[in-house]
């Protein structure tokens, strides 16, 4: 059983960077499942879990190695405040959902993501979202670090490699969390 009022479903950078046809950093399964991503968010929602969406935020004077890593972020993408950062449409937060905003991978570093969970007496984290291997893996780990049981949501997390998606979750399930599925938690959050 997972107790909704100690949960919290973290959606991870669902952005329109990484939704949108042609966009910077596109992730065509991040788009191809967004009915079932928006209906899972919404069962979470009803059955009491806290809504928590990250937006990753780019600046290259703060960032110089993701600068050097991620030349195609040059010319545009992840920008705070434009279009193409914000959450993608078809998963627009609602009025009580909560939005952290991050410069790193991991959910947590420098964000009051932690602040927000230990006020709400969170003790379980769902992770799902894009770029599977990249910001939910970091987020993952950094919050088992930290004493949370996370529930790696399989069909939930999007990224470009199958076989990057396939390692991510042979080490969550062997070091981090339980990895499972959209269906098996929906039945387990009570």
Request: aromatic content about 8%; overall charge positive.
């Amino acid at each position: 059983m997972i107790n909704a009022k100690e949960t919290a479903l973290l959606v991870i950078d669902m952005q329109n960077d990484f939704v949108e046809e042609g966009a910077v950093l596109e992730v065509p399964t991040t788009r191809n499942n967004l009915k079932e991503y928006k209906t899972f968010i919404d069962v979470c929602r009803k059955k009491g879990v806290a809504i928590i969406y990250t937006r990753h935020c780019y600046d290259a004077k703060k960032n110089p190695i993701e600068a050097r890593l991620f030349p195609q972020l040059k010319k545009g993408g992840l920008r705070e405040g434009t279009p193409s950062w914000d959450v993608c449409n078809a998963l627009k937060p609602e009025r009580d959902d909560i939005i952290v905003n991050k410069t790193r991978y991991d959910a947590f570093y420098n964000t009051n993501l932690g602040s927000i969970l230990k006020r709400r007496k969170i003790t379980n984290l769902i992770i799902t979202g894009t770029m599977t291997e990249v910001c939910c893996e970091s987020t993952a780990r950094s919050g088992m670090f930290q004493d949370y049981n996370i529930f790696f949501c399989a069909d939930m997390n999007y990224t470009l490699s199958e076989e990057a998606q396939e390692n991510t979750l042979k080490g969550i399930a062997a070091h981090f969390g339980d990895v499972t599925t959209a269906s098996k938690i929906e039945k387990q959050i009570k």
